[in-house]
């Protein structure tokens, strides 16, 4: 098992150091600052642990409503991006069953991120999504439509994002990354 803490700092070092500076999302740092977001290490060592853990994590975000999102971190399983899929699918038919559409959402990262529309494995796209761990990003609706409400054009974060990657090329995303993953 690896050390809790370093997990956590880790994130926090890849949001401080990536995705804040880069605006991959613009409201990272408000969560940031305000303290907001929860991390939680995942302990799971199997599937079933894992959706466990993300329904806690769902049960903690119901019961304390100061809290506007959480990073499930699961740095023991899914190694296999695929695999890590088909967890993400199951999670989100969780959260369907639980009558939690439309209050919660996800958002998906991990190491070796692949979008399915990218030209290959190594296309600089992919690192908008890459993480130095497996991790379910959950956020909460009404926070999303606040943050849309908000900053407007919303649409055109993960374009701009793939844009601002591709003008800064691969060698420097790994550069950037390799720092904190």
Known sequence: MLDSNLITQQTKN???????PLQICPFASYVIDNQTIQFNVSNALTLEDALADLNREID?????QAIETSLVIFPNLFAEFFTYLDFIDLAEEQIIAAN???IYQFATFH???CFADATGPEDVA???NRSPHPMVHILREDSVEK???FYGN??????NNIALLHSLGLEKIKALLSKVM
């Open 154 to 159: 919303t649409e055109q974060i993960p374009a």
């Open 60 to 64: 903690y975000l119901n019961h304390h």
């Open 111 to 113: 190491p070796n991120y």
């Open 126 to 128: 992919n690192y908008t």
């Open 14 to 20: 890849w949001i401080l150091s990536f995705i804040i």
């Open 147 to 149: 943050a849309i409400a």
């Open 100 to 102: 939690y559409e439309g």
